[in-house]
């Protein structure tokens, strides 16, 4: 039986800078189950993630962004250890 990858797309509120993007891209690819995370071009506030649905669920990944930690490094604007965000694409 073949393993079909799924792609969900998390709208993130809050405005993060390039660094950030990358810190939470590597997070978010060290998850079992998760095969890539983009931020689109033009709208940096959208993120695509295609992942294996049998070794982790769009709930999982959205709230592992949800409570991502920005706290050592929080710049202003961002809340403290998380993020806002809703799932757009299922």
Avoid at 17 to 33: A, W
């Amino acid at each position: 039986m073949e393993n079909y990858p799924a792609d969900i797309t998390i709208h993130i509120d809050e405005t993060l800078d390039d660094d950030q993007r990358v810190r939470l891209t590597h997070t978010l690819i060290l998850r079992e189950g998760v095969h890539s995370v983009q931020f689109q071009t033009h709208n940096p506030h959208l993120m695509n993630v295609r992942y294996d649905p049998k070794r982790v669920s769009a709930t999982d990944i959205n709230r592992l962004v949800q409570h991502y930690d920005f706290t050592l490094f929080r710049p202003l604007g961002l809340p403290h250890g998380g993020l806002h965000t809703q799932m757009i694409g299922l």
